[in-house]
């Protein structure tokens, strides 16, 4: 309430066009992205799986027969999912109530371009860049419009 709009949109700009989009990417691309895309490698899904597929595997070929298709397609797709599982959570993680269903179409989109981005250069550094243009932009607009 006391601040003047220049000190307002300068810790708002440094908090949302700074801060936020890199904490955002380390958690969402870091953490997630390459969390989900690990976790559906074949070699990850390890011991457990390997378990299941002799423990089932010994009483019904069929149920092997699945177990070993569901380890093929997760492996194969595996960017393919993570990339889904990461986009959705960004777009659901910017979910405001009483706000738009399209603000969160539109930033899961953004979030598939910053994953997109992420797995090509398989780098973080372009996503966060790319984020902070992104979010510093809206601050200056806002900020410009006001």
């Not at 899961?108 to 371009?113: A, E, N, R, T």
Request: glycine share 10%.
């Amino acid at each position: 309430k006391n601040m003047d709009g220049f000190w307002f949109y300068l810790i708002g700009f440094g908090v949302g066009g700074l801060i936020g989009p890199i904490c955002e990417e380390l958690f969402f691309r870091g953490f997630l992205l390459r969390g989900f895309e690990n976790h559906y490698s074949y070699k990850n899904t390890g011991r457990n799986m390997d378990t299941l597929e002799d423990e089932l595997g010994a009483q019904s070929s069929t149920i092997k027969s699945m177990i070993v298709s569901y380890r093929n397609f997760t492996h194969n797709n595996r960017y393919i999912l993570a990339t889904l599982f990461s986009t959705v959570l960004f777009g659901l993680a910017h979910f405001q109530v009483g706000g738009s269903w399209i603000t969160v179409a539109l930033t899961g989109l953004l979030g598939l371009v910053f994953a997109v981005v992420t797995l090509k250069t398989n780098r973080l550094y372009p996503a966060i860049f790319a984020h902070i243009v992104h979010n510093s932009a809206v601050f200056l607009v806002l900020a410009l419009s006001k």
